[in-house]
């Protein structure tokens, strides 16, 4: 009977580890998914709040008079649409859309008073717009639809016509999008501080 309990025993000792390995090696496996699902969930739950307060701090804009941001200007711009905005970078600034002579509002932007002329220009400057055409379409694919009307990407990628200006007159500084054909006028006035 000694003969065989031993083996008997050593058997079942044998069968009860491989049943306790195996029971370890599916605990340690659930546990690492459980672990991996709750650290994926972790990272998508902080990337959709960092993505939802940067868009809330863009699309909680206030709106705004041109005439606030530069006095004096009733008289040159209709049709006028403004928005003040909060980047989630800290930069403050103002978009402006409205309906101008340029020839008469260009002028005029170069006469507003700064805080330090030495870190102003005098004269707007006309510039090539394919940077601020790329800045534009990089913005407008991670916004959600419908926050911003992009609708006038297409037409400053497609015409040709579409004049672009930057003038800074510390601590603004403004970049125009000018189309001739409307007389239509998008300027985004960064705040410098």
């Not at 004269?123 to 916004?143: C, E, H, M, N, P």
């Not at 419908?146 to 200006?165: A, C, G, M, P, V």
């Amino acid at each position: 009977m000694k003969k065989y309990i031993l083996p008997v025993v050593t058997t079942f000792l044998l069968v009860s580890c491989n049943k306790i390995e195996e029971k370890i090696d599916q605990t340690v496996q659930e546990t690492t998914e459980k672990v991996q699902q709750k650290a994926q969930q972790a990272v998508e739950e902080t990337v959709k709040k960092t993505v939802n307060e940067s868009i809330n701090s863009i699309t909680n804009s206030q709106d705004v008079k041109f005439n606030e941001v530069f006095p004096n200007s009733k008289s040159l711009i209709s049709e006028e649409k403004g928005k003040k905005i909060k980047l989630p970078t800290g930069t403050e600034g103002y978009v402006f859309k409205y309906k101008a002579d340029i020839a008469v509002l260009l002028p005029f932007l170069e006469k507003q008073a700064t805080s330090d002329e030495s870190k102003s220009e005098k004269t707007a400057r006309k510039i090539d717009g394919q940077s601020i055409i790329s800045k534009i379409s990089l913005v407008s694919k991670f916004l959600p639809e419908n926050t911003f009307d992009t609708s006038f990407l297409e037409d400053i990628k497609t015409d040709k016509s579409i004049q672009y200006y930057k003038l800074k007159r510390f601590p603004n500084s403004s970049t125009i999008i000018y189309n001739p054909k409307n007389q239509t006028i998008i300027q985004y006035v960064e705040v410098n501080k």
